[in-house]
């Protein structure tokens, strides 16, 4: 079977232990701050308890950085992690890209994005496929 012509995927996944997550929010006031951007904020503040969601996020953003090709380095994490914003219109989740990784999806050619978040118990999830335009 020819793959010429056809699209690439790409794709990163990843868990967040929410109890973590929890305490990294509580014991770090600053932290949501410098890695969720305020709409972020808003929508996970409007839940009577606002970790899982902002675990899921969480774990999206780092699902992100895979698929990108990138890792979790000292530098420069928070803003990395800034400039992937999940974005809550109507029903489900999207990703919207910023400024570095923005540059690096267009690089890569990435023409469309899915994200796939949940969170049950101590833990939260998040998959995401990014579908890149065939090669010349």
């Known amino acids: 079977m020819s793959?010429?012509?056809?699209?690439r995927i790409r794709h990163g996944v990843d868990l967040v232990h929410l109890p973590k997550l929890r305490a990294l929010l509580q014991e770090q006031p600053r932290f949501a701050e410098r890695v969720f951007t305020q709409?972020?904020?808003?929508?996970?503040?409007g839940f009577p308890d606002p970790a899982p969601h902002y675990a899921a996020r969480f774990a999206a953003k780092e699902a992100t950085l895979k698929a990108l090709g990138f890792g979790m380095t000292a530098m420069g994490v928070d803003a990395r992690l800034r400039e992937i914003e999940v974005v809550r219109k109507g029903t489900a989740p999207t990703l919207a890209l910023h400024g570095r990784s923005a540059r690096e999806a267009e690089r890569l050619g990435v023409v469309s994005t899915s994200v796939s978040l949940t969170h049950d118990g101590d833990h939260a999830m998040a998959a995401?496929?990014?579908?890149?335009e065939a090669p010349a």
């Open 128 to 132: 995401v496929v990014l579908l890149t």
């Open 3 to 7: 793959t010429a012509g056809a699209p």
């Open 39 to 45: 709409d972020e904020r808003a929508y996970c503040d």
